[in-house]
Antibody, heavy 121, light 106 residues
Framework: QVHLVESGGGVVQAGGSLRLSCAAS????????MHWVRQAPGKGLEWVAL????????HYADSVKGRFNVSRDNSKNTIYLQMDNLRPEDTAVYHC??????????????WGQGAQVNVSS | DTQMTQSPSTLSASVGDRVTITCRAS??????LAWYQHKPGKLPKLLIS???TLHSGVPSRFSGSGSGTDFTLTISSLQPDDFATYYC????????FGQGTKLDFK
């Protein structure tokens, strides 16, 4: 059974930093690309970032490019999202998400419960 | 980046109705499109991938169609459990979600 658990959320002032973690279990973590997706209050889903299975490639939404950095530690079955220079519009629940299979496109069958990030102005 | 536009933003319907939600991509994405159902306090649920392939366990009243830039999600006969927000998502080159369609009671 796939299990994804985020941690590290909290309240931070604008311009500050937070680091989210997503601990994975129940599947061969090192074989899967992993993603971060967020949902701001009253808003829809927004894809944030992607990291390849081996960490060799990453990609970001334009809204976070240059401020967020995604990484992973396959020895710990964990991905991270380092968020710097946070803005009030980054306030959201951040989910890690796993694609349906190692060979499928980047659509998501499994989601973590999410970590709440609140950025105050 | 490819933008996804859903319509309508809100849809009011009754149990038993047939409803259709549309999703348009700003550029060609082949059939690299997924649909999700999302209810408050729950995690998004994958309904359809490759524009028309029903995910395991999803009721057959859900169907998807389209290719290229224009796509539809159809629910053939609405059930009480179907009232939720629906999102399309392209995965042709990375990912983008549509803005969502809220399906509520008429």
């Amino acid at each position: 059974q796939v299990h994804l658990v985020e941690s590290g959320g909290g309240v931070v002032q604008a311009g500050g930093s937070l680091r989210l973690s997503c601990a994975a279990s129940g599947f061969t973590f090192k074989s899967f690309a992993m993603h971060w997706v967020r949902q701001a209050p009253g808003k829809g889903l927004e894809w944030v970032a992607l990291i390849w299975y081996d960490g060799s490639n990453t990609h970001y939404a334009d809204s976070v490019k240059g401020r967020f950095n995604v990484s992973r530690d396959n020895s710990k079955n964990t991905i991270y999202l380092q968020m710097d220079n946070l803005r009030p519009e980054d306030t959201a629940v951040y989910h890690c998400a796993r694609p349906y299979s190692m060979w499928s496109g980047y659509y998501f069958s499994d989601w973590g419960q999410g970590a709440q990030v609140n950025v105050s102005s | 980046d490819t933008q996804m536009t859903q319509s309508p933003s809100t849809l009011s319907a009754s149990v038993g109705d047939r409803v259709t939600i549309t999703c348009r991509a700003s550029q060609y994405i082949s059939d690299n499109l997924a649909w999700y159902q999302h209810k408050p306090g729950k995690l998004p649920k994958l309904l359809i991938s490759k524009a028309s392939t029903l995910h395991s366990g999803v009721p057959s009243r859900f169907s998807g169609s389209g290719s290229g830039t224009d796509f539809t999600l159809t629910i053939s006969s609405l059930q009480p459990d179907d009232f939720a927000t629906y999102y399309c998502q392209h995965y042709d080159n990375y990912c983008t979600f549509g803005q969502g369609t809220k399906l509520d009671f008429k």
